[in-house]
């Protein structure tokens, strides 16, 4: 069973905009943290960016000012606001969410930045 789906990756040009979006269950966003991260080729999976239930937000120094996590607990989505993109974000974004002894992850969405 899927429980979280990434969706709104896409090719932008540097200096572009892409919104991410992540869906999931409502037992999920009751109270799960949750975390964009983003594995480029031959990479680590690397945080970029996390949310806890109440909203309270954390980012990668990277892309501080530059990226928005927000989630939207009643509609069960959590958003990733991308600006201002660099060729350097170019990776697969996962969402994922996490709690006690469960981690859940999604099936990820390709974002590439190019000219």
């Known amino acids: 069973q899927v429980e979280l789906e990434e969706s709104g990756g896409g090719l932008v040009q540097p200096g572009g905009s892409l919104r991410l979006f992540c869906a999931g269950s409502l037992r999920i966003f009751r109270t799960y943290p949750m975390h964009w991260y983003r594995q480029a080729p031959g990479e680590q999976r690397k945080l970029v960016a996390g949310?806890?239930?109440?909203?309270?937000?954390e980012y990668a120094d990277s892309v501080k000012g530059r990226f928005t996590i927000k989630r939207d607990n009643p509609r069960t989505v959590m958003y990733l606001q991308m600006n201002n993109l660099e060729s350097e974000n170019t990776a697969v974004y996962y969402c994922?969410?996490?709690?006690?002894?469960?981690?859940?992850w999604g099936q990820g969405t390709q974002v590439t930045v190019s000219s």
């Open positions: 994922r969410a996490q709690r006690d002894t469960e981690e859940l």
């Open positions: 949310i806890t239930s109440g909203g309270v937000t």
